[in-house]
């Protein structure tokens, strides 16, 4: 995934910045590999007063600036905090491409707060590949549960033969340390896992993205390691669909082959390949409010976060708007929970580091109009 511009404008602030004070100027990879052994996040951008593309002030500001953090899925446990289970980005080696090979995550670190504008406090690592038996590298967008007095861990990572597969791990504390189940989920394919547990007490887990996330690599049932780099490539049929699978009691395995979720447009047809602004990319999530089931997602390359309704939790979904406008970055990333009384939609940006690949979370408010329908989001001042 090439970076987009809009970081460049911040990485070219932070140059200046640098020129201004006599310091020798340094990339945004340099400057978070420096701070990353000083186990440090660079703070230049970490102010209400720092601007992002266009001049514009951002909406919120980071959560912590202790690390580097993305795909941030929130969730309130029994105690009443917010815990935040996401990606802990690191800066690495790769070229940035299309697979999103640049996103070379190696462990989780678990984030909580008492009071939503309160202290976060960064957890120590929560789960480490090399502990993971059959993972080899690129820890993606996790997922957390609690059920029966055990906290749940979903995590997407490549195997051996660089497929994506998902993975549990479980704990008696929600920040960890996790311990991994020896193999992933079985029958478990591409990435970005989250666990949706309704009313009556099932639960289920709503997976997938296309181009690096390898959905269009495993349609044949199997996966293809030279299979499409992006999608389908098939702008006027219907567009690949997030999968989901109901859990079976103990949340390890799946208990029913995976389905798709499909996502109709106002015309009751599926979203087409095409449909770039509104067909599914990555990064899905489901919510209940009002009784109605809410799937939101990234559209990737279109840089969105947009949502669909249902009143069944498998779908069809209807597509209803947009919940994010484009932040800064190009990949974008969000979860949605109600804490202490307010909903709240939880994303991130890279305002600290100008680079596509060192990802900082956020939180903001998220109010729904009176017919169901949610508010649009700036991530940008006015
Ligand atoms: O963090 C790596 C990938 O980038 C995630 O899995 C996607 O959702 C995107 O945020």
New binding site residues.
Partial sequence: MMRAPLSLAVSAIALALAACSGAAPQTGNEAAADNAAAGEVPTTNASADATGPDGRKYLSQPLTTEIFT??PSAHVWGDGKLYVYG?H?IDGPAKEDDL?SH?E?RDYRVLSMDEPGGKTIVHPVALDVKDVPWASQ?M??PDAAFKNGTYYLYF?AKDKEGAFRIGVATSKSPVGPFKANPQPIKGSFS??PTLFSDAGGESYLIFG?IW??QLQRNVGGKYDPNGSKTDLEKPNEPALTPKIAKMNGDLTEFAEAPRDVVILDEAGKPLLGGDTQRRFF??SWLHKYNGKYYLSY?TGDTHNIVYATSDNVYGPYTYRGVVLKPVNGW???HSIVEWKGKWWLFY?DVQLSGDTRL?NVKMTELKYNPDGSIQTIDPFVK
């Fill in positions: 993305a795909d990606s980005d999103g996103f995550m690129q993606w967008a997407p990435m970005d993205g690096g996330g990555e990064g990234s990949t974008s990333h991130h990802r």
